[in-house]
């Protein structure tokens, strides 16, 4: 049978660029499809990252007026992933963040720079490139979120499309006045097309116009068609809610393998958790806590934001304190979260450490080392790091919200009966819900052979891409065949 040809359009794919879980998805998931019978081509804004790391690429198409200058598709491998890449210098050849300028500022050409991406998309989806007819174009998120647009109001026969939506609180709203520049014809300044409250919706314009919507996780479709998660979009969403799915994300468990991570001071798995404790003294040196192998520690990996419920956690330092507990906390976000986070642990030498930033390394080790990770998100489409905690045996602390109540189990007494907790949840979310959770977590650790079972079956809770990758599959596979061409 022939492999479905699928092209993904992201604004990042891991490992050449990412700037948090987006990157994740899209470059772990072309791998897990090849095992399903789905060939996917990946495209990307051509950052001087991109292209370094395709630097023999084929040329394949050709685009000379666009926005503003000329650019071209090129076609290559970097690893496991088949890239083709948007080179357009004038709109992608500047160095640090794809999305914001050295002064921390989105770029203001943000909006040409990611319509030329969806363009991009559009070409392809129509057959531009004779050696590659996709059936489907799968846009992830915003700054892709125009290429249902373009091929909607095309000419011609076009591959289907799917929108995926990472986070709804990130829309990429832009001013009316563009519609002619983008090439958009009048009739797509509607409401039924591209118009979201007078401007350019970008997300919306896929919303509104994909064959089929996905989210990251069964919980988050649901949440998104409520006023209070839907960001003005809930009524959209409802009405496409026939075409609306969520299939969880999953890790790229090579690369998330505590047995086989380079990146650890020692390898372990579950039947070798004595190792786990290597990994939690190099955490407390690292970090320069008390060198106490019996102190119950917790780690956050998270975004220093209102969405991750940081300002909860910490109101909810005391609790922490209350446990004799350690803290490490590695991350970077609003600046009031990230001087008050360094502050309290300038008071708690010792027992807190705070690090303001992000290290794939440190993020292994914290993952390997802590015994506990908190999770206190106010919303979470799905999220990534509780899924890395339960493959490392760090049990994740987290609201019952979105994919983190779809992925892990509370350790209540009925389930702890029942041999299935495998973590610690709470809702609502506040701070005194997440002082009773950081309660509970202490107390649990207090009883050394129960946490170690829950630790064993965190570890073998399934986080891979293959249910996932199945789900897709069959979702494209649905499309293509009630294809009304």
């Not at 998100?377 to 045996?393: D, H, I, K, V, W």
Request: charged fraction near 20%; aromatic fraction near 8%; glycine fraction near 10%.
């Amino acid at each position: 049978m022939k492999p479905l040809a699928v092209l993904s359009v992201a604004s990042e794919v891991f490992p050449l660029v990412k700037t948090g879980g987006l990157g994740d998805v899209v470059g772990a998931l072309p791998a897990a499809l090849a095992h399903e019978g789905v060939a996917v081509r990946t495209l990307v804004p051509g950052y001087p990252a991109v292209l370094a790391a395709i630097p023999h690429p084929d040329v394949v198409y050709a685009l000379p007026r666009l926005f503003g200058g000329a650019a071209r598709l090129l076609a290559g491998r970097a690893g496991e992933l088949d890239l083709l890449a948007l080179d357009a210098p004038h709109l992608y050849g500047r160095p640090g963040n794809p999305y914001l300028g050295p002064d921390g500022r989105e770029w203001p050409d943000n909006a040409l720079r990611f319509a030329a991406l969806a363009r991009a998309a559009a070409e392809l989806g129509r057959g531009a490139v004779p050696a590659f007819h996709p059936d489907i174009v799968h846009a992830h998120d915003w700054q892709a979120g125009l290429a249902p647009a373009f091929l909607h109001y095309g000419t011609g026969p076009h591959a289907r499309t799917v929108m995926t939506v990472h986070n709804l609180a990130f829309q990429g709203q832009f001013p009316h006045e563009l519609l002619a520049k983008l090439g958009l014809p009048t009739r797509a300044f509607a409401v039924d097309g591209v118009e979201y409250y007078g401007s350019i919706g970008y997300l919306k314009a896929g919303l509104a116009l994909a064959d089929r919507i996905t989210t990251v996780s069964p919980t988050y479709a649901g949440e998104i068609r409520t006023p209070e998660l839907g960001m003005g979009l809930d009524g959209l969403l409802r009405t496409r809610a026939p075409v609306l799915s969520g299939i969880l994300n999953g890790i790229d468990d090579s690369v998330w393998n505590p047995a086989t991570d380079p990146l650890l001071p020692a390898a372990f798995d579950a039947r070798q958790l004595p190792r786990r404790g290597a990994n939690k003294s190099a955490l407390q040196a690292r970090f320069g806590l008390a060198p106490d192998p019996g102190a119950l520690l917790f780690g956050v990996v998270s975004r220093l934001t209102w969405q991750k419920g940081m300002d909860l956690l910490h109101e909810a330092l005391p609790a922490i304190d209350r446990a004799h507990a350690q803290l490490v906390v590695l991350g970077a976000g609003d600046k009031p979260l990230e001087h008050a986070f360094t502050a309290a642990a300038a008071h708690r030498r010792g027992r807190m450490a705070t690090l303001i930033g992000y290290d794939e390394a440190l993020a292994h080790l914290v993952q390997a080392g802590s015994d506990a990770l908190l999770l206190p998100s106010r919303f979470e489409p799905c999220g990534l790091t509780q899924l890395c905690a339960l493959r490392y045996g760090s049990l994740p602390v987290v609201a019952r919200v979105g994919g983190l109540a779809d992925t892990v189990i509370d350790a209540n007494e009925m389930a702890l009966a029942a041999s299935a907790g495998t973590g610690i949840v709470f809702s609502p979310v506040s701070r005194e819900t997440l002082e009773i959770a950081i309660d509970r977590t202490a107390a649990l650790w207090k009883t050394p052979v129960v946490w170690r079972r829950v630790q064993v079956r965190a570890m073998s809770t399934d986080v891979g891409w293959t249910r996932p990758a199945k789900r897709y599959a069959a979702l494209y596979r649905d499309l293509v065949a009630h294809d009304p061409a």
